[in-house]
Each structure stands twice: as structure tokens, then as C-alpha cells.
């Protein structure tokens, strides 16, 4: 499985901040973002933008106290185009 969609899996199974990603996968921060920015401009991946839109939007509000958003945390969560993908075919 390449790393691409390693990052995809993690962030498609939940995973929403890029440092956890990389912790994780043992890989370096920057590597996860160059990931991150080639699955966005795949349109796999969004960015979350903190507020109240996000959490409004997210699938786990419910049972969420909302710590995957703070001050000074990017997020990102997966597109439908990303539920159209198999897991290993990117």
C-alpha cells in the first residue's frame, strides 16, 4: 500500500489532524502535508475550517466534545469522491 493511501486510510477511518497522521505512520509532518495537498487536489480530501460550520458538518457531532478542532489544529476529512474509491486503488 503506498503512503498516499495509507494517509487517505487513516483520515478516511477518522484520523483528522496531520500530526497524529504522521506520528502514526512514523512518517515526518511535512511529508503527511505533501500527502494532504496531492489528495486535495485529487479531490479526495477537504480542509475542515474551524467554526461552527465544521462541527455542524461532521458525521460524529453527536457523541463529539469537539477537541479535533482547536486553535491552532488543521483538519481534514475525506470527500464523496473518496467513498467512491476501493481501499488500495488510488
Given at each position: ?20 497522521i ?18 486535495e ?31 491552532t ?18
Open positions: 500500500m503506498s503512503k498516499i493511501e495509507m494517509v487517505l486510510n487513516l483520515i478516511r477511518d477518522g484520523e483528522r489532524n496531520p500530526a497524529e504522521a506520528g502514526k505512520l512514523g512518517m515526518s509532518r511535512e511529508e503527511v502535508d505533501g500527502i494532504i495537498k496531492i489528495l487536489s485529487m479531490g479526495y480530501v477537504e480542509r475542515i475550517e474551524r467554526g461552527s460550520d465544521a462541527c455542524e458538518a461532521c458525521p460524529l457531532r453527536s457523541i463529539c466534545l469537539g477537541s479535533c478542532v482547536r486553535k489544529a488543521t483538519v481534514y476529512q475525506i470527500t464523496g469522491k473518496s467513498f467512491s474509491l476501493k481501499r488500495g486503488h488510488i
